[in-house]
């Protein structure tokens, strides 16, 4: 299957709408609900809906994080629930460290304030959410599984339903009962830096891993096991398109068709749907320029509609503050539109004061709160939790035997195995554990490195091996799997050696994050370090094994030239082992795992993705021989950075340049630009008419990323317009000065204020354009559209 077209990708910026695009709900399938409704439970909600207070009411809806909110706050404020997002722990000086007992302890205390009903109030059970995204990954010593990238490579579905069922077992034992899992997002353009998040670029394999990966979380609907003993409330997200943002920016723009929405994006929803899923929460990212959180028609109309949802709608964190009009602290639109539950940190009292008074002003109408309690409430004692039984009271609460037990372990080592995909192999593969083994590499001995973001912290930074007790590095296996067999393994990060060995395994990749730190500008793998690891060893005659760790598919060409094997590892998690278990036979030679894994996402020729290398669905075995011709390694012609935009309207890679600027090309995309003073000269972007009227009226702003080398010796001038004439010149000569010299600073003019000055915003063709008649010199990156940026006009 080939990667559909990445025609986009050259584009920085996420130029959006010439209009609002509508959407139409009866195009979208009609689905039946998995999960029937039980009237008797449907009779409980009812009854406790009617005894609830308006400010209890509001208290449902609000989930606020453990760092800002106390037991008593949940008492007073009769909050719905808790989370713990990335890095956010319980208690404890050095969170990192928080054993299952703290988070226990601090789960028992906010149910027994929830369930304290001293002031006259209803005794609701708290429900606390988690991004339990690879086993339960916040927790030191959980069981950490590969990231979804690895999994869908398996394509073991059972595998996959399998590891939801550990992953809701463990959490169980720190008494958390909701997992914000799956991501079921469809990944479109790799340079997002969620795709590993994800389990392919291809819908039907995301529909049935979600499907299965529920199955295992919470059950089968309609059997007994169904949110009973060691299950958790599952998650599926983002809804609506994040993997579909233009440029793979995340938290994006959206500029597909609703038909490519509907079958390519959707798809996970479908299986999880039918697997019965009790929550979904809703995206960051917008749609043609609307954000999803804002639109009811995807909300309400779609999904509680066509679709039949009747579970619970949770916000992502402070979605609702990037609605147009909404603060974090204040936002009736988002409950308006369909959002059930509130994912609001920090400024959760600003918000409840909020949604009482604007039930009251008749800005939210009370049958809409009614609703998403309902559903709340539905979720809670579908999950069980009203049965009066604090979390370290439940089956399972603080069974630490159950906790990275050995079982779980096999598991994930089983799914490593089984991700590990062979793109390159001349026959240095498999090796006999008898040999003088090499392992070099910055990712050989670092479990923090194999098991990517979202461990232990927020980045999956700030740890180390350390963090992961009972788990195992690649090098820890490899050596196992060595000694074990009488050969000799060297540990060697720079790959230098005494002895000449028979072989060399060298480890290398990204390093961990998370979310938009992990956007990349292009696919290009840039380790001049490893790759030097890789040729000298070449170079000195030993045969190389790459071992490559990503959350995606990179260009890495120049490795695979240089390596005699090559291995995509993806993000395998604590359990490093079950890479020695497929690269090593038996002391006999006899293979004792052959490679399994198939590519889930189409692994690139070129930077720009737009040619396939190896296709969706390669992976070589031991039984394969093929030879790998040399590939290309040419980087010329390629913009690696882009500093551009275009959407199709404004050509990509047009930083057109007036005569005496001077300017250089950096690596990284980054461009110096010198003016040399005596007379006007512009650095500028032109191309054919767009309409950036809705990009003005939705309070986006034109955003730099600048490094100030020289101050202006004169005012300069950033334009945006039909021309050099009919610009609006807007001056941001103090914006320039008030940034420190030679640093990095991002700076934002509104859109509104080009307008002010007189550019028509309905045909801009010079929609970046600075200029000066003094001398300066900038340094130059992203240039985009930013949202809610609300910075005055320059002074
Ligand atoms: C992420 C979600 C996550 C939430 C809570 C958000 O920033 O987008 O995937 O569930 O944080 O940590
Ligand atoms: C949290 C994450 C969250 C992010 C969003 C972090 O501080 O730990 O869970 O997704 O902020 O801003």
Redesign the pocket.
């Known amino acids: 299957m080939m990667k559909r077209v990445m025609v986009i990708l050259s584009l920085l910026l996420s130029f959006a709408p010439l209009t609002a695009q509508t959407v139409h709900p009866e195009v979208w399938p009609s689905l039946q609900p998995a999960v029937p409704r039980d009237a008797r439970l449907e009779k409980r909600v009812d009854d406790l809906l009617r005894r609830m207070t308006l400010e209890e009411k509001a208290g449902q809806v609000i989930q606020a994080s453990i760092t800002s909110v106390k037991p008593e706050d949940i008492r007073t404020y009769h909050l719905g629930s808790v ?1 713990n ?2 890095g956010g722990f319980p208690g404890a000086a050095d969170g990192r460290n928080a054993k299952p007992k703290d988070y226990l302890a601090l789960a028992d205390a906010y149910y027994a304030a929830s369930m304290d009903t001293s002031d006259g109030g209803q005794a609701i059970p708290i429900i606390w959410g988690s ?1 339990a995204v690879h086993g339960h990954s916040n927790v030191v010593g959980a069981t950490i599984f590969p990231h979804n990238i690895g999994l869908g490579a398996t394509r073991n579905f059972d595998l996959i339903r399998r590891i939801g069922e550990i992953t809701a077992l463990e959490m169980n034992v720190t008494g958390i009962q909701w997992d ?1 899992s799956p ?1 079921v997002a469809v990944t479109r353009d790799d340079r997002w830096g969620r795709t590993y998040e994800t389990y392919s670029e291809d819908p039907e394999i995301v529909r049935m891993a979600a499907a299965k990966v529920l199955e295992g979380l919470q059950g089968t609907p309609r059997t007994p096991a169904f949110l009973g003993r060691g299950k958790v409330v599952g998650c599926a ?2 809804f609506l398109g994040d993997g579909s943002t233009a440029g793979g920016k995340d938290q994006g723009d959206s500029v597909v068709s609703e038909e490519e929405l509907r079958d390519v994006h959707a798809a996970g929803y479908l299986g999880a749907l039918q697997s019965g899923v009790q929550t979904l ?1 809703v995206s ?1 990212n917008s749609w043609h320029g609307v954000e999803l959180a804002a639109s009811r028609a995807f909300l309400v109309d779609v999904l509680k509609g066509r679709f039949g949802f009747d579970g619970m709608l949770v916000g ?2 402070n979605v609702h503050g990037q609605i147009p009009g909404c603060s974090n602290g204040n936002c009736a639109a988002a409950l308006n539109a369909g959002i059930d539950m509130f ?1 609001v940190p920090d400024d959760w009292k600003a918000l409840h004061g909020n949604i009482v008074a604007q039930v009251k002003s008749g800005e939210i109408p009370m049958a809409r709160l009614d609703d998403a309690v309902r559903r709340i409430l539905r979720v809670k004692m579908r999950a069980g939790l009203f049965t009066n039984v604090k979390p370290s009271q439940r089956p399972l609460g603080g069974d630490l035997r159950l906790f990275g037990s050995p079982a779980h372990r096999a598991v994930a080592r089983q799914a490593v195995r089984e991700s590990l995909v062979l793109l390159k192999n001349d026959g240095a593969l498999p090796i006999r554990p008898n040999r003088n083994v090499l392992v070099a590499g910055d990712g050989a001995h670092n479990i923090p490195k194999q098991a990517g973001g979202w461990t232990v912290t927020w980045q999956g930074t700030g740890t180390t091996n350390e963090q992961f007790p009972g788990g195992s590095s690649i090098w820890d296996g490899i050596r196992a799997a060595v000694e074990g067999a009488g050969g000799r393994a060297t540990l060697s990060a720079d790959g230098k050696f005494e002895t000449k060995p028979d072989v060399a395994v060298v480890v290398f990749g990204e390093n961990p994050y998370a ?1 938009w730190e992990g956007d990349r500008r292009t696919i290009v793998y840039d380790d001049p370090q490893s790759l030097l690891i890789v040729r000298r060893l070449r170079a000195a005659g030993v045969p190389v094994v790459s071992v490559f760790l990503s959350g995606r598919p990179l260009w890495v060409n120049r490795f695979l030239n240089d390596s005699n094997a090559f291995v995509a590892a993806w993000l395998p998690g604590s359990e490093g082992n079950g890479v020695a278990d497929v690269l090593f036979t038996a002391p006999d030679g006899a293979v004792r795992h052959d490679f399994r894994g198939k590519l889930a996402f189409t692994w690139p020729k070129s930077p720009l993705q737009d040619e396939a290398l190896f296709p969706f669905g390669f992976g070589l075995t031991y039984a394969d021989r093929v030879s790998l011709p040399a590939l290309p390694v040419d980087l010329t012609g390629v913009d690696p950075g882009r500093v551009f935009f275009s959407a199709g309207h404004v050509e990509p890679n047009e930083l057109r340049v007036d005569a005496g600027v001077a300017r250089q090309d950096e690596a990284g995309g980054r461009l110096v630009l010198a003016w040399p003073g005596g007379g006007r000269r512009a650095v500028f972007i032109e191309g054919k008419p767009v309409s950036l009227t809705l990009e003005t009226n939705m309070g986006k702003a034109l955003a730099m990323h600048v490094m100030v080398e020289s101050r202006p010796t004169q005012p300069v001038s950033l334009s945006m317009g039909c021309g050099e004439l009919c610009g609006g010149d807007v001056d941001v000569t103090s914006l320039l000065n008030g940034l420190p010299l030679n640093q990095w600073r991002t700076i934002h003019v509104p859109l509104r204020c080009f307008a002010a000055k007189g550019a028509d915003m309905s045909r801009v063709t010079t929609p970046f354009r600075v200029s000066t008649e003094g001398a300066m010199t900038l340094r130059l990156a992203d240039i985009e559209l930013l949202a809610g940026t609300n910075t005055d006009c320059g002074r």
Request: proline residues 0%; aromatic residues 14%.
């Open positions: 989370l997002g990335g991004d914000f991501v997200k983002h929460m960051q992502d964190w994912m979310e």
